[in-house]
T-cell receptor, first 115, second 114 residues
Framework: EAGVVQSPRYKIIEKKQPVAFWCNPI?????LYWYRQNLGQGPELLIR????????DSQLPKDRFSAERLKGVDSTLKIQPAELGDSAVYLC?????????????FGPGTRLTVL | AQTVTQSQPEMSVQEAETVTLSCTYD???????LFWYKQPPSRQMILVIR??????QNATENRFSVNFQKAAKSFSLKISDSQLGDTAMYFC???????????FGQGTRLTINP
């Protein structure tokens, strides 16, 4: 079974430029998460999707960040314009809510460097 | 809000030794899950072990086991017969069913020396 796929693995951009990250979750997983991981810290949730619906975007900086999950499968996270402080690893995870369990499986992440 | 604390920023042991990583958390909830994830230099966050709070029995997965002390809000990870491939960052994470999100600790960098 294929895992969570993310691209690109690395991205270097100059500040004020736009950038987009793509995620393909594990087949059949209805819940998709985007996390941001700053250097030396644990991941922090940006947004959670249940199928096509963004059900928790309370931590997403909406002035510059946007996300979509068309058809309830793939998702794209966008930053426009990027700032120096956005340099981090962006992780995508997916899960299948079944009963009381919701184990999340992560992709390899995209390392963003903003110059 | 839930918080997760990992008090050991770095640890280092010799191959084949046993090592224990500490984690404490703060919550007023009764129903939740706890996880340990491993993140090697490749950045892939890999699930190591999961514990349901309502289960008294400690979870085990091969060489990995936990010591779950619910009253003390403690959730430590024991790695037996450590291997070079265990070298990674280890994150403890808390999951409350209602919130449906993982809250991670700061991580412990574990190095297994040959």
């Amino acid at each position: 079974e294929a895992g969570v796929v993310q691209s690109p693995r690395y991205k270097i951009i100059e500040k004020k430029q736009p950038v987009a990250f793509w995620c393909n979750p594990i087949s059949g997983h209805n819940t998709l998460y985007w996390y941001r991981q700053n250097l030396g810290q644990g991941p922090e949730l940006l947004i959670r999707y249940e199928n096509e619906e963004a059900v928790d975007d309370s931590q997403l900086p909406k002035d510059r960040f946007s996300a979509e999950r068309l058809k309830g499968v793939d998702s794209t996270l966008k930053i426009q314009p990027a700032e120096l402080g956005d340099s981090a690893v962006y992780l995508c995870a997916s899960s299948l809510r079944a009963g009381g369990t919701d184990t999340q499986y992560f992709g390899p992440g995209t390392r963003l460097t903003v110059l | 809000a839930q918080t997760v604390t990992q008090s050991q920023p770095e640890m280092s042991v010799q191959e084949a030794e046993t090592v224990t990583l500490s984690c404490t958390y703060d919550t007023s909830e009764n129903n939740y899950y706890l996880f340990w994830y491993k993140q090697p230099p490749s950045r892939q966050m890999i699930l190591v072990i999961r514990q349901e709070a309502y289960k008294q029995q400690n979870a085990t997965e091969n060489r990995f086991s936990v010591n779950f002390q619910k009253a003390a809000k403690s959730f430590s990870l024991k790695i037996s017969d450590s291997q070079l491939g265990d070298t990674a960052m280890y994150f403890c994470a808390f999951y409350r069913w209602g919130a449906q999100k993982l809250v991670f600790g700061q991580g412990t960098r574990l190095t297994i020396n040959p």
